[in-house]
């Protein structure tokens, strides 16, 4: 059995090996595409557990219940901006597709900064349409 700084050390060789030897890069990148097209329904579940997994993060580091109601239900919640410039968020993020799991990655990498909060959907959409200000607040 290896220590936890063994194998930190293994994986940070992997990946400056990873990183400076494009033609390793290529060959996994093959690899993996391959397996995605020959196993997508085991791609899919991984995905979508990761998904969740980062999600429920998210809401977790924002507070877990709606700011506004109080609702707990975790497939209720959504992770709201709270000045409001969320499609300019989602427009500038790099990421092709999946861009609300690219905010939330850049989110937990950079420790959950402040400028988001947890709504329920609910609130979230009548904030929306009420010019920034849900109609439990008014």
Known sequence: MTDDKTAFDRN???REYYRTHPEYQAATRARVA???KANPEKWNEANRKSWHKLRREAIEAYGGVCQCCGEVEYRFLTIDHINGDGAAER???NSPRGK???ILRRLRREGWPPGYQTLCWNCNCARHFNG???PHRS
């Open 100 to 102: 609300n799991q690219a």
């Open 132 to 134: 920034g200000v849900c």
């Open 91 to 93: 427009r500038s993020e």
């Open 12 to 14: 940070e060789w992997q």
């Open 34 to 36: 391959a397996d995605q």
